[in-house]
Antibody, heavy 122, light 112 residues
Framework: QVQLQQWGARLLKPSETLSLTCAVYGGSFNDYFWSWIRQPPGKGLEWIGEIHHSGSTSYNPSLKSRVTVSVDTSKHQFSLKLTSVTAADTAVYYC????????????????WGPGTLVTVSS | QSVLTQPPSVSGAPGQRVTISCTGSSSNIGAGYDVHWYQQLPGTAPKLLISGNSNRPSGVPGRFSGSKSGTSASLAITGLQAEDEADYYCQSYDSGLGGSRVFGGGTKLTVL
């Protein structure tokens, strides 16, 4: 059974860089996209970006200038960096596995990490 | 403002049937991209409920069903149970601005 475990700094000051890592336990690492999704307190879900084991990435256009998703296939881990954070970046950040049967645009998220609340405050 | 529009809230009594709509446009649902649904219980991570418009993953009760038509999709829950009280999100792909996976704003289901 696949499990995702995530960690990273939980309290940041404005202008700092958010950094989170997600480890994948069990199952294949190479057949999926690995994604980051966030949820501000009391609000809905927002897709941040994703990476394939090959290193190909895709990002939310609204965050693209500040986001980098990277992968370490040897450790079955992938990471998120979000630069120049503000209070608007305060959210629960989830890592998730993307999968599907047809083209990647049709894929969905079938396994989720527990989430990490990241707070940005001066 | 979300690309996919959902009603903020719906409610129903135990045993009743409720539906949650997800309205998109020609750049997402109307372009033929699949709609997926997630259930988020309070304080937990979202859980996949429906994939590919109408497919239930193993373990999801048959009370949950999904459909899609034109630029909209719907999630139906029959035989409503107290444990169904949760937030529900639809998700698809939008080809605008270079392409992006998108979520609906979420719908809070209250079981009366």
């Amino acid at each position: 059974q696949v499990q995702l475990q995530q960690w990273g700094a939980r309290l940041l000051k404005p202008s700092e860089t958010l950094s989170l890592t997600c480890a994948v336990y069990g199952g294949s690492f190479n057949d999926y996209f690995w994604s980051w999704i966030r949820q501000p307190p009391g609000k809905g879900l927002e897709w941040i970006g994703e990476i394939h084991h090959s290193g190909s990435t895709s990002y939310n256009p609204s965050l693209k200038s500040r986001v980098t998703v990277s992968v370490d296939t040897s450790k079955h881990q992938f990471s998120l960096k979000l630069t120049s954070v503000t209070a608007a970046d305060t959210a629960v950040y989830y890592c998730a596995r993307g999968t599907g049967l047809v083209a990647a645009r049709f894929w969905y998220f079938d396994v989720w990490g527990p989430g990490t609340l990241v707070t940005v405050s001066s | 403002q979300s690309v996919l529009t959902q009603p903020p809230s719906v409610s129903g009594a135990p045993g009743q049937r409720v539906t949650i709509s997800c309205t998109g446009s020609s750049s997402n649902i109307g372009a033929g991209y699949d709609v997926h649904w997630y259930q988020q219980l309070p304080g937990t991570a979202p859980k996949l409920l429906i994939s590919g418009n109408s497919n239930r993953p193993s373990g999801v009760p048959g009370r949950f069903s999904g459909s899609k038509s034109g630029t909209s999709a719907s999630l139906a829950i029959t035989g409503l149970q107290a444990e169904d009280e949760a937030d529900y999100y639809c998700q698809s792909y939008d080809s605008g601005l270079g392409g992006s996976r998108v979520f609906g704003g979420g719908t809070k289901l209250t079981v009366l």
